[in-house]
């Protein structure tokens, strides 16, 4: 610049005087500046005023030359310090330069950039509210600044500034948002820091709701709690409780369906305090917004359950993801199953667009919004809206369900996490039956595998589903029916259902496709048992190890009846007779020797009623799979003449070493409390005397073992050995023959025995054959 230009107003010697390097004289020239203003003010001299900053500004604090632009700064000042409470009249002439200078490479100006507008707006006060975006924005960066005196000036500015807002009503919060939630996402340390404390100060204004725009700025704060300063994430952590606070003060204010997916995606996070943060978060939220939250499920369900498995390392994320788990489940209610949703209005706010900003939208996508009935919450924790706001929300089952599946089908998962995805079915199927069971089709084949689990607790839970399936009035609707038409046989026998409290009504007892020799059982009941038959088929060991665990389950939570005799009508078509013989007499060990058969026991000893006999006559069928354990199901029900009948022929039948192995289980079973009865009515051998025969019977097949002992001893103490004998016209007493078993053709039984027995030898013979075959293609 030209020293001797004439740039009047100011004198030359002052304009000579802001160009020098050295500081004191570029002050000296301020005070020359200030004294000229103060002239023109008095005056109400504008014209003249204006154009000083227009010449401070174009040709000093502009200026090519860095002592020129210092001496711009400090005249800039000089002016504002002048003009007082009218500089709120020149502002933007006065700040605009100073802000430029903010930019400058050299730090010096920077800090002498500070200071200027430090005193520009130590004047002006409230005056600068209405420029306050463009005094963030370059405070913001200068808070950034890598010089530690620039830094410091901007601190000195910013505490004034933040004063000044504090003190004021006239902020324009609208207006600042938008710089705010740009300036959020910033990855500098000292620039995450500016904002929380600016977050922090503008939340602790009364006259200030930043609660209404919380959505805007939740995900940055997040972003901002994984930050690696300790003193930023406690800053954000306080920052973060105090808008919880606010939340639950005033919960009918809060946009909580702007906010769902955002804490849906920080409840995945990798650092540990975002996610237990986004937890407690979110289980506020459920608890306080109530049904609100229920479009939101299936991301709420995305982010909790993988939480459920965490160890002791994360147990406070885990405890407070059980909650989430828990209220968010008691949200479902029996309505929910009425309501259909394309009927139902919209009414919820449009879903919240601030996630577009987020890092991972792709997060967002499970909480997808519908629309039903909202629930009546009594409880003084959730708020109410008004009937004007009245919201209503759909049941999203389908997001929720492909959740469920989808962690079902993930092998990695933990095993509480598995529980609470089987606990969450079962809820379902308990409130939505209606709507449940247009899954089960898809749902069926997983339920199924997940028996096959390591977890005991996982498999009962897995076992309820399938029994609440199987028992649900709502699986006989038209339509629901299994697709295995093909295992469906014709029979005389109606299986009964057990009475379950709080279920559907009759409405849905038409259109049956199931097993008619199960006419008053749900469609998927016939469906289930052949599909769990099949699995113990193709895994053998799954049988071995749980088999009789999950029967015995079965039987408690469904009618054992209805299981025994759908189980024995499918294994009497059973093809593979080696598998049907391993499963009846898996069936039978359970029968005689498990505490919840012990009802079915009872009707099956006495055969007093025309269900039991037929009970007694479908099991028959299949017990005959097994000679052994038809003889046992015999001395069960006490048919000891056909037992004995049986038992002559044995010698027909092929003895190996496992029909002899079965022979000494069943002399152990005789020992067995079960058969208390059987024992004391040795001692009326003059009624008994076919029971007597029948173990003589099995007392000849045992070669010299223990189990021959044993049954030896017993027999031995049977009273007078000599009545044992009986003639064609000796007549038993009704203790030995009841007469309402006139009603069984023990005949047909026995030709029926002896026909499958046939199939049995002709299958040993079969595979006996390919094993030779083998044998000899291994030799050549």
Known sequence: MNAERDLAPLAPSVVRALNDKLYEKRKVAALEIEKLVREFVAQNNTSQIKHVIQILSQEFALSQ???????????????????????????????EPVLTCFNDADSRLRYYACEALYNIVKVARGS???HFNVLFDGLSKLAADPDPNVKSGSELLDRLLKDIVTESNQFDLVGFIPLLRERIYSNNQYARQFIISWILVLESVPDINLLDYLPEILDGLFQILGDNSKEIRKMCEVALGEF????????????????????VIHCQAADDLIQLTAMCWMREFIQLAGRVMLPYSSGILTAVLPCLSYDDRKKNIKEVANVCNQSLMKLVIPEDDEMDEAKQSMTLPAEPTSEESLSKPEAVSSGSLDASSDSNFSNSSVFTVTSSEKIQVTLNLDGIVQVLDCHLHD?????????????????????????????????????????????????LKDLEVLAEIASSPAGQTEG????????????????????????LSSSGTKGLECSPSTPTMNSYFYKFMINLLKRFSSERKLLETRGAFIIRQLCLLLNAENIFHSMADILLREEDLKFASTMVHTLNTILLTSSELFQLRNQLKDLKTPESRNLFCCLYRSWCHNPVTTVSLCFLTQNYKHAYDLIQKFGDLEVTVDFLTEVDKLVQLIECPIFTYLRLQLLDVKNNPYLIKALYGLLMLLPQSSAFQL?????????????????????????FKRASASNIDYTELLQHFEKVQNKHLEARHQRAGRAEQLDRRVVL
């Open 65 to 95: 030359h860095p002592h020129s632009r210092k001496g711009g700064l400090i005249g800039l000042a000089a002016c504002s310090i002048a003009l007082g409470k009218d500089s709120g009249l020149y502002l933007k002439e006065l700040i």
């Open 128 to 130: 600068v509210l209405p």
């Open 244 to 263: 919880l606070k606010e939340i639950k003060k005033n919960p009918s204010c809060v946009k909580f369906a702007e906010m769902a997916n955002i804490l």
């Open 411 to 459: 092998t990695s998962i933990g095993m509480m996490t598995r529980i609470a995805v089987l606990k969450w079915l079962y809820h379902l199927y308990i409130k939505t039956p209606r709507k449940m069971f247009r899954h089960t089709d898809s749902l069926f084949p997983i339920l199924l595998r997940t028996l096959s689990d390591e977890s005991d607790e996982v498999i």
């Open 480 to 503: 629901h029916g299994p697709s295995d038409g093909s295992d469906v046989r014709p029979g005389p026998v109606e299986l009964h259902v057990p009475a379950r409290a709080g279920q």
């Open 711 to 735: 049954l030896s001893h017993r027999l031995q103490c049977v009273p007078n050995p000599e009545l044992m004998q009986t003639t064609d016209g000796t007549k038993p007493s009704t203790s």
